[in-house]
């Protein structure tokens, strides 16, 4: 790699670590009353050295939108289904990404970004999409297979979002007395138990998710 090519993925690098810092303000508030004062206070970075790497608001969301749509993509590439164990933990997989993609894409981040940046939500949408797309053939593989009950995968899709939306709404919470980690841990049982036929149940009960519901809660605890 020559100095140049170095510096470049240095900056990249960078970049990449800013993004991460901001995106919890972003999700939280949406972005429209953004300055870029506040945006270098969410950074940790002084606006001298935030103008290094972003020229202007514009910049920093479509580097946002960026980081959303590499991520996404990389969700479901390589996917080996070969047996009913691996259904069953597919499906672990499937409601991890579901769980993130709610509480990072919050709905004010989605609707301000169609409102204000509407080339950058038809590109983060078809991303979307594309994923879902992945996922409903997950869900109907599993039905052809006899390891998912006979279910409309659409629906599915749609009942995951949306729940997994209002399981970490703390207004919601607060309202039926459900701390976070309760809500979503139920949750996932109910899914699993909804989906997965019962005789394949009890193939896997992976302590890594409850391992990830617990880093979840942590993070948006914090927000």
Do not use: C
Not at 197 to 205: A, T
Not at 206 to 215: A, H, K, R, T
């Amino acid at each position: 790699m020559d100095m140049n090519s170095q510096s470049l993925d240095k900056r990249n690098k960078t970049i990449q670590k800013l993004i991460i810092k901001i995106i919890p303000a972003l999700q939280k508030n949406g972005f429209s009353s953004l300055k870029m004062d506040d945006a270098a206070k969410y950074m940790d970075i002084s606006k001298a050295t935030m103008y290094k790497y972003f020229a202007s608001k514009d910049e920093i969301i479509e580097a946002v939108v960026g980081r959303y749509v590499a991520y996404i993509s990389d969700m479901v590439k390589d996917w080996s289904l070969a047996d009913h164990l691996s259904y069953v933990k597919s499906f672990d997989k499937v409601f991890q990404q579901s769980l993130l993609m709610a509480a990072y894409l919050s709905d004010i981040f989605l609707q301000e970004l169609g409102s204000l940046y509407p080339h950058l939500y038809d590109r983060l949408s078809n991303e979307v999409e594309l994923r879902n797309e992945q996922v409903r053939e997950f869900f109907n593989r599993g039905m052809e297979n006899d390891v998912f009950q006979r279910l409309n995968s659409v629906i599915l899709l749609i009942q995951m979002d949306t729940m997994l939306r209002k399981m970490i709404d703390p207004k919601l919470l607060m309202l039926h007395h459900l701390s976070l980690k309760q809500a979503l841990s139920d949750y996932y049982e109910v899914m699993r138990h909804q989906i997965i036929k019962s005789e394949f149940i009890n193939l896997e009960y992976s302590s890594e998710m409850d391992l990830f519901l617990n880093q979840m809660v942590q993070k948006l605890s914090r927000q």
